[in-house]
């Protein structure tokens, strides 16, 4: 069975940053598109960036662009989601994902084959 770890997430006032970790006990992230996604209290899951492997394209949502940066560090096996001048609407769990795909299908969930169980991001003052 696959597990993917996510960590990093925590208490942080607005403006501030945060570094989500994405890691598979063996298993390799090489091979897949790895997606960032996120759940809001009383709101549906969404997409925030994906990276993928094949032909190395990012996506971000319009809501993160400028602000988040997802990389991987494929010795690590590790993808991260960097998170600067976050915002209280930023709150939300955070998952990460593999996708069935080398690359990414846009911040689409629908080729998701394995999810992380979460780390919850709180952005309060």
């Known amino acids: 069975q696959v597990q993917l770890v996510e960590s990093g997430g925590g208490l942080v006032q607005p403006g501030g940053s945060l570094r989500l970790s994405c890691a598979a006990p063996?298993?390799?992230?090489?091979?897949?598109?790895i997606g960032w996604f996120r759940q809001a209290p009383g709101k549906e899951r969404e997409g925030v960036s994906c990276i993928s492997s094949h032909n190395g394209r990012i996506y971000y949502a319009d809501s993160v662009k400028g602000r988040f940066t997802i990389s991987r560090d494929n010795p690590r096996n590790t993808v991260y989601l960097q998170m600067d001048s976050l915002k209280p609407e930023d709150t939300a769990v955070y998952y990460c994902?593999?996708?069935?795909?080398?690359?990414?299908?846009?911040?689409?969930?629908?080729?998701?084959?394995?999810w992380g169980k979460g780390t919850l991001v709180t952005v309060s003052s």
């Open positions: 063996g298993f390799t992230l090489d091979y897949y598109a």
């Open positions: 994902a593999t996708d069935t795909l080398s690359n990414c299908r846009g911040l689409h969930d629908y080729g998701i084959h394995y």
